[in-house]
């Protein structure tokens, strides 16, 4: 039987190792890996289409974050990350799914939150603290500012008095304006009553209300 003769050069002499045919068959080379197919990026467009639900996911989880400091929440859950820009169509369209969602879950409980504010039922002057936070009364002047709107209104917004006062912080728009320059509001708006009550307080402090 014909067989393969390896020698090996050892620094005592010469070791023959031999093999026989069939066993010589068996020896063969590794095969070379074939390439792995590489995903195609994705186009611009998609990457685009990702990257306008991400800023929209991002405005909408600021305002949550603001709704929910002022009615004493916690934040939202942080954004996902953005795929890498080589990243595949694939990646890119389940990145904008998830950001589109929740743009819109974060929306839609903005929205309710607020609403929540306008609309806190109960009563008192104390249930208007979120809003007027909301609308930009500093949280120092809250103390204050409960102890005015009960006072002046017992918490009412739709409170009218016959010198023509009205709403919470019994406010005069006609007037304001005239004096002030404050735009056209609704008194009997809680939100729109609570805003321009912060701009009289912030031009002119607590002295419209005689404090």
Known sequence: ???????ACMATGFVVVSATESEAATVTA?????????????????VKWAKKWQAQARRARTRLARVRRCMGGSAPVRLTKAPKRAASAAEWKRAGRSWRARARDW?????????KMKRPGGSGAARWRPLALWVGWPEYTLGTLSAIIYRESSGRPRALNPSGAAGLLQTMPGWYRGQWG???????????????????????GWQPWAL
Do not use: H
């Not at 735009?183 to 002119?204: K, M, T, V």
């Open 30 to 46: 590794s095969p070379t890996p074939e390439p792995t197919a590489t995903a195609r990026p994705a186009s611009a467009g998609w």
């Open 107 to 115: 929306q839609a409980k903005a929205r309710a939150g607020v609403a």
């Open 182 to 204: 404050i735009p056209a509001f609704n008194p009997f708006d809680p939100e729109q009553n609570l805003r321009a009550g912060y701009l009289i307080w912030s031009r002119s």
């Open 1 to 7: 039987m014909l067989k393969i003769i390896l020698c």
